[in-house]
């Protein structure tokens, strides 16, 4: 069976060794994940790269930080993956079960496909 690229996270398959992606747009979503939660000065040769949403965790639950966040991921993404329109990004914080818990959906447009699609994220500390 073939595919695009390894699946991550890496698992075992009986064929090919290890799980591939299916399609163009299993690609997109991994790379996209991949860019919000690689932190900056991680990937070699490319010190600028990466969101590092984990940063954000220890900041104060604020309308500033959410901000920050956006900004964050809209410049990343405007230049390491140009061809995704962000349309929206929501925020869902529960103060009285998980304080240090965020969980963030990213809500965004391949333009070149005109596939719309969400990427979740549930980090805790």
């Given amino acids: 069976m073939s595919g695009f690229s390894p ?12 799980t591939l992606t299916q399609n163009s747009m299993q690609v997109i979503r991994q790379n996209f ?5 690689t932190n900056p000065g991680e990937r070699m040769m490319m010190p600028t790269f990466g969101v590092g949403i984990r940063t954000f965790l220890f900041e104060m639950n604020s309308a ?6 956006r900004a964050a ?8 993956m140009p061809f995704i329109a962000i349309n929206d990004i929501t ?3 529960d103060e009285v079960l998980a304080p240090n818990a965020l969980n963030i959906v990213i809500f965004y447009t391949i333009t070149p496909l005109e596939l719309a699609d969400a990427l979740e994220l549930k980090l805790e500390a």
């Fill in 7 to 18: 699946s991550l996270p890496l698992r075992r398959d009986e064929y090919n060794g290890f």
């Fill in 91 to 93: 925020f869902d914080v």
């Fill in 33 to 37: 994940k991949n860019l919000v939660l």
């Fill in 64 to 69: 500033t930080t959410y901000g920050n966040i």
């Fill in 73 to 80: 991921v809209q410049s990343q993404t405007s230049k390491y």
